[in-house]
């Protein structure tokens, strides 16, 4: 419905597809996908492949690395419905997935101290 004032074509477009729809169901990914996961698509789309338009829009934002929460944003779709989508493009190999530079384990905080120990040493 239009608010007066507003013209019909400034309201936010909407899904008419509810989430569940677009997941077949599904609510959790085979693969963890912490919002700071980066990915990126590994190839374009091949015509004979039968993509939602969802997934597609995905596939567009991951031409360069983006997390996922950015992914979730973009599409205004929940962030768990877009780690099941993100999950069937990485299952077809049109997905890389990257742990993102702040999810690699660090030293544990014993070796930290013996090397601050050793260059003191020095």
Same mark, same amino acid.
């Given at each position: 419905m239009t608010q007066p004032g507003r013209e019909a074509e400034e309201e936010p477009e909407r899904s008419l597809v509810r989430?569940? %729809?677009?997941?077949?169901?599904?609510?959790?990914? /085979?693969?963890?996908?912490? +919002?700071?996961?980066? &990915? #990126?698509?590994?190839?374009?789309?091949?015509?004979?492949?039968?993509w939602e338009p969802e997934h597609l829009s995905i596939?567009?934002?991951? %031409?360069?690395?983006?997390s996922v929460a950015e992914i /979730?944003?973009?599409?205004? +779709?929940?962030?768990? &419905? #877009?780690?099941?989508l993100l999950d069937d493009?990485?299952?077809r190999g049109a997905l890389i997935v990257r742990a993102a530079a702040g999810a690699v384990s660090t030293p544990h905080l014993t070796?930290?101290? /013996?090397?601050?120990d050793g260059l003191r040493a020095l």
């Open positions: 989430p569940y %729809a677009m997941t077949h169901g599904r609510t959790r990914p /085979a693969t963890d996908f912490d +919002l700071i996961t980066l &990915v #990126v698509a590994a190839r374009p789309p091949r015509p004979e492949e039968a596939l567009e934002l991951a %031409a360069r690395p983006v /979730a944003a973009r599409v205004n +779709l929940p962030a768990g &419905v #877009v780690r099941v493009l990485r299952g070796i930290l101290k /013996a090397v601050a």
